[in-house]
Nanobody, 126 residues
Framework: QLQVVESGGDLVEPGGSLTLSCTTS????????IGWFRQGPGDHQGSGLE??????????????FYQSSVKGRFYITRDNTKNTVYLQMNLLQPEDTGLYFC?????????????WGQGTQVTVSS
């Protein structure tokens, strides 16, 4: 069973940095794709359709997808020994605020193949 748990969200000032963690279990990262998604303030907790893909990567071929607003600021790294994928967020802006989720995804469709976790809240504000 593919499972993920997000953590690391916090309140940070504009221009700051934050690293989110996606701890996985039930599979090895190689051969899978991981996506980070954001649910903005006011979006309803529903089927996940309101969640926008922020940054996704296939660990099969290391091909990434970046939302244009985060390119050059957000990066994905991983630690295979900890089965953890990290979202490094730099130069944070208020519009980056939201509830962040990670998921195992189908890279072609950006659709999740794991259950959604609880997410981790990122708030960018002075």
């Amino acid at each position: 069973q593919l499972q993920v748990v997000e953590s690391g969200g916090d309140l940070v000032e504009p221009g700051g940095s934050l690293t989110l963690s996606c701890t996985t279990s039930g599979f090895a990262l190689d051969g899978y794709a991981i996506g980070w998604f954001r649910q903005g303030p006011g979006d309803h907790q529903g089927s996940g359709l309101e969640r926008e893909a922020v940054l996704c990567i296939s660990f099969e071929d290391n091909s990434p997808f970046y939302q244009s607003s985060v390119k050059g600021r957000f990066y994905i790294t991983r630690d295979n020994t900890k089965n953890t994928v990290y979202l490094q967020m730099n130069l944070l802006q208020p519009e980056d605020t939201g509830l962040y989720f990670c998921a195992v995804i189908n890279m072609a469709t950006m659709s999740p193949e794991s259950s959604w976790g609880q997410g981790t809240q990122v708030t960018v504000s002075s």
